[in-house]
């Protein structure tokens, strides 16, 4: 097999370059070269998939069996475009990275991948969509539907759409598990979301991975799969998890999402992987699992995501690590005014 990784140098893209590799396919990389080395064993050519020179450039290297494009997260649909025509003629198939964020449902109701997707033109610039007030639908949505009709136009049916909720692992640079994992860490009295059995089914980022190098080699069940754990975990498992796996001797106090809300905790940032919508975490991802999809039990990811951050830290900083967690200071105003409740 050759494959053509759009991205390839950072999280997912990495994790489908490693996995490539592992199969012993040939891989050539594409990016900019701004984050993060490229992975040894891979030709890399080096480029800005918004200019249509550099796109002439990489077509000229091909062609490719597959294409798995990771590197369209902050690209408006035209720039999608833009590759997805260039590299049309040279490419056999192509696995397209989306999210479950192009649904207009998600996240406030449970999705099947014959849930409407939110409405974007192929062709649309980055000032198309808008985010609502409670946080949906997303500009970030809109976008990323637009990009796959982007796709679509040019690639015909030769395109996969794999859309993922959140995903986890080492080398996520988001900061949503580092944040529990460094909380966890920290010990003492820790503010946590009831309800405590509340489901969460985030996917590993090497079990996508995989699953997008399947769809690679193999394209034959096409359309759109969602990406997420068919098991999933407990709130209360993630945070115990989360306290094994640093050694921390801390305690949960779980916290009403009315009393959350009261002390201005915001939903999915100031407290990751907490969002009391109800679609939220009600993916359906048995298409992807009756195609193959197998997800590790969380408690891995959690244990091996802690053990690197032990080892490398983050890659390198991201604006979003930042949005993530809740102050020291607010988290102990609240756990005081709360403390007898539970
Ligand atoms: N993280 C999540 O929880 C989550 C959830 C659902 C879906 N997704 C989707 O998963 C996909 C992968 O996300 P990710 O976070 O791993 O990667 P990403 O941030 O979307 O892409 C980063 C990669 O793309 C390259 N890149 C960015 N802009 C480029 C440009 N103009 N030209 C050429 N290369 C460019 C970067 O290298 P250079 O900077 O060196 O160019 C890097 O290798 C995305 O499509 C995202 O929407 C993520």
Known sequence: MRILVLGGTWFLGKEIVFGALGRGWEVTTFNRGRSGPDIPGVNAIH???????????LSA??????????????????????AARALAGQVDRWVHISTVSVYADWPHHPLTEASPLLDCPPDADDTFG???????????????????????????????????????????????????????????????????????????????????????????????FNVAHPEGLTFVEFVTACLTATGGAGRPLWAAADDLDRHGVKQWTEMPLWRTHAGVWAVDPSRAVAAGLRCRPLLETIADTWAW????????????????????EKEAKILASLSGAN
């Open 309 to 328: 951050l032990q080892a490398d830290g983050r890659p390198v900083e991201h604006p979003r690590w930042a949005e993530h967690g809740i102050a020291p």
């Open 130 to 224: 808008f985010t609502g007030p409670d946080g949906s639908p997303t500009k970030y949505g809109f976008q990323k539907a637009g990009g796959e009709r982007a796709v679509s136009e040019a690639l015909g049916g030769r395109v996969v759409f794999l859309r993922p909720g959140v995903i986890l692992g080492p080398g996520e640079y988001v900061g949503r598990l580092p944040w529990w994992l460094a909380r966890a860490a920290r010990g003492g009295r820790i503010l946590a979301p009831s309800p405590a059995e509340r489901r969460i089914q985030p996917v590993d980022v090497r079990d996508v991975a995989a699953f997008a190098l399947d769809q690679a080699a193999d394209l034959s069940a096409g359309g759109a």
């Open 61 to 82: 290297a091909g062609p490719w069996d597959a294409v798995l494009d990771t590197s369209s997260s902050e690209l408006p649909p035209r720039d999608v475009l833009l």
């Open 47 to 57: 480029g800005d998939r918004t200019a249509l020179g550099d796109l002439r450039r």
